[in-house]
């Protein structure tokens, strides 16, 4: 698994760009077709970047291990987020009435009423009155809380996937290598079609 053809294409900047195009399309999937439309967009960009690998004269043993890598095992763990978050974002991240103003100001009131009453009961120990206004600007801000949690989270994932497929070519490289595995290595690849089928 050495990579002769440059940076470009290690395995994290490879899989960053397939999943950088995925993440542009995926909210126009359809929920039924959801997989085999994230395998043939990843299918698809791969079959641009071997292009451009074949230009270099990379080597066949590691496009093949990158292929594998990609199709294999990133994009499996990359669909039951990207659909999941795919949901959400239709859903309006299942906010009441998506989270518009009108679910803000009724959000914003709970949180006054909340508040007020936290601060009244005497055995709470809470004496700043600005308690109330904080689960105010709280309940106000509850919609852009929710989605930012759930953003944060599927990026989350999703730099995990980048960072072990890195970590994956670093570890696998030279490692359980015969000479013959290096020399192959070496040879450059032939141009041949990917399969963008679903």
Excluded at 1 to 8: K, R, S, V
Excluded at 27 to 44: I, L, N, P
Excluded at 75 to 87: F, H, R, S, W
Excluded at 117 to 136: K, M
Aim: aromatic letters at 12%.
């Amino acid at each position: 698994m050495l990579n002769i053809a440059g940076p470009e294409y290690d395995f994290g900047t490879v899989v960053y760009a397939v999943l950088q195009d995925c993440e542009h399309r995926r909210r126009a999937f359809d929920d039924d077709e959801f997989e085999s439309s994230v395998m043939t967009c990843a299918k698809q960009k791969l079959a641009q970047i071997k292009k451009a690998y074949d230009e270099f004269g990379g080597s066949a043993v590691y496009w093949e291990a990158l292929e594998k890598e990609v199709l294999h095992a990133v994009v499996p763990q990359y669909i039951d987020p990207a659909l999941e978050i795919t949901q959400l974002e239709r859903h309006g991240f299942s906010v009441w009435r998506k989270g518009d103003l009108a679910a803000r100001l009724a959000f914003a009131l709970i949180g006054l009423v909340i508040g007020s009453i936290i601060v009244a009961i005497p055995w709470i120990p809470i004496f700043e009155n600005i308690f109330a206004f904080a689960l105010t600007i709280g309940g106000f801000m509850y919609p852009d809380l929710k989605r930012f949690m759930y953003e944060r989270r599927y990026a989350k994932a999703l730099n995990k996937l980048i960072a072990d497929s890195a970590a994956y070519q670093q570890t696998a490289n030279l490692h359980y290598m015969t000479a013959t595995d290096i020399e192959t290595s070496f040879q450059p690849s032939e141009p041949r079609k990917i399969d963008t089928t679903p």
